[in-house]
């Protein structure tokens, strides 16, 4: 609710703070229990910020982070320790996420033991194995070392560090964009299957449209630090409303050639996070921006049947 981080510039000999990067900058949403919410946007949108928020990896600046009815912003470290263990990460980069010098069994044992999940060694082991079988891998791998898998496997293995504690949210940040396309679908596939047997609820954060499509359920667009658009993702996608999800999606290939779609170009970069152009943030960038554009900022609204979009025209 109304989540933000503004990361303090400072300056100047004597260290002051000069100004702020607003990377996450008041967004509100919420996340079923069993659903994948996909969240997109281009680089330095704020959409791994919001993911790490979430989890307090990065302290909010101002907003709350409501899980199961409470506040978690307001935990001290003792029920942060026993929160952690309901929500988990998966990173990018399954290459610098894993300890190269830990064998696998002994990065996927570690969560374990830091959760105090097994009473003995006996039954630690047991449980790493079957870690390693539910995200198709062997329990002959628990001996080996992060270098000797391929970037898929990797990322097998971050996800069976993930599910070590049983978690109900998984945030995950861009945890295909490093692999090969083909490698890409089978972790995906590998993700829904789980979710499914699990009963896991997915923070899915990409910039590639058609994966997200793929695998979420609802999908927010993220654009320098802001929601402007939220739907279920067949409405999004056969429906979108705000100009920049519009060019978003306008960029991506049809199969059918007998379909054809204008591409529409936005003009110029994305602003910088250090000072966001006032009224909407997109105004800069909008083919249909007015004069009000400029002076108010459009309120997040719902337009419908769960539909929120931030839009003057809409
Ligand atoms: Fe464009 Fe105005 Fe809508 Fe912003 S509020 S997206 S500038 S039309
Ligand atoms: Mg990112």
Redesign the pocket.
């Known amino acids: 609710k109304n989540l933000k981080k503004h990361f303090p510039i400072k300056g100047g000999i004597f260290g002051k703070q000069v100004g702020s990067v607003k990377a996450v900058d008041g967004v509100s949403f919420y996340i079923k229990d069993g659903e994948t919410l996909g969240m997109v946007g281009e680089s330095g949108c704020g959409k791994s910020t919001t993911g790490r928020l979430i989890l307090r990896l990065i302290e909010p600046t101002e907003g709350e982070v409501i899980f199961e009815g409470k506040n978690i912003l307001t935990f001290n470290k003792k029920q942060m320790r026993e929160m952690r263990r309901k929500m988990q990460i998966i990173f990018q980069d399954p290459y610098a996420s894993l300890n190269p010098r830990m064998t696998v069994g002994n990065i996927i044992g570690e969560a374990i033991e830091i959760h105090k999940l097994a009473k003995t060694k006996q039954e630690k082991e047991e449980r790493v194995q079957q870690l390693l079988e539910q995200v198709g891998l062997t329990r002959a791998h628990a001996n080996r070392y992060p270098h000797e898998f391929s970037g898929g496997q990797r990322q097998r293995i971050g996800i069976a560090r993930a599910l070590a504690v049983n978690p109900k949210l998984i945030i995950c940040d861009e945890p295909v964009s490093a692999l090969d396309v083909s490698i890409q679908a089978q972790v995906i596939n590998l993700m829904q299957d789980l979710q499914q047997k699990l009963g896991l609820t997915y923070l899915f954060i990409a910039h590639d449209l058609s994966v997200v499509k793929h695998i979420s359920d609802r999908v927010a667009v993220m654009y320098l630090g802001k929601i ?1 658009e939220l739907a279920e993702t067949n409405e999004l996608y056969d429906n979108p409303k ?3 999800t519009q060019a978003l999606l306008s960029a991506i290939p049809i199969p059918d050639p007998t379909i054809k779609r204008e591409r529409i170009l936005l003009e110029g970069d994305v602003p910088s996070p250090i000072n966001p152009p006032g ?5 800069t960038r ?1 083919p ?3 004069d ?2 400029k002076e108010e900022e ?1 309120v997040f609204k719902d337009k419908g049947n769960q539909h929120f979009v ?5």
């Open positions: 402007v705000h100009p920049y009224g909407c943030r997109f105004h909008c249909y921006a007015k009000i554009c459009p931030a839009c003057h025209l809409v």
